[in-house]
């Protein structure tokens, strides 16, 4: 499994840092929706789901926190610390988000408004929806 971590641009001067992410330019798609958590209690795990079509960027904007990327045959986990780091997730990945520091604030930017039936939250609902991918291909 590929990891496609992205290293934006920061516009750093002696006033501090600026970030700035523009649509199909620095993100790799249509951004349709933006959401962040926080104040996530301690030991706290989030995700458990994988999406049919969306594809998110997330960055941990403040804090850091680690996500789980399970494509079904292979899991890998990226620890996000940086401000200026985004971690690409495709579609058909399951994931999972943990380890959330006190000040964590994880915010995602996605391709899709939200949609319920996008999501599949059963793991082998999950292996199952895969193997009807690879049969169609
Ligand atoms: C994902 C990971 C990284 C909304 O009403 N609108 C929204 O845009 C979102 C994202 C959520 N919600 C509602 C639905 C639930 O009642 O907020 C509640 C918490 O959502 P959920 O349990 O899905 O949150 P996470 O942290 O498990 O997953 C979220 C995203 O839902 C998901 O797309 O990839 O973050």
Redesign the pocket.
Known sequence: MQIVKYQFQQHGDNRGQLVSLEECVDIPFKIK?V?Y?YDTAGGVS????A?KT?E?I?ICIHGSCKILLDNGAEKKVVYLEKPYEGLY?PNNMW?E?YDFSEDAVLM?L?SEV?NESD?IRNYEEFLMFLEEQEKKA
Not at 46 to 49: L, N, Q, T
Request: include cysteine.
């Open positions: 929706r959401y958590m989030r995700g458990f789901h999406h969306l998110q997330l997730v994931r988000m995602c996605a939200y999501y």
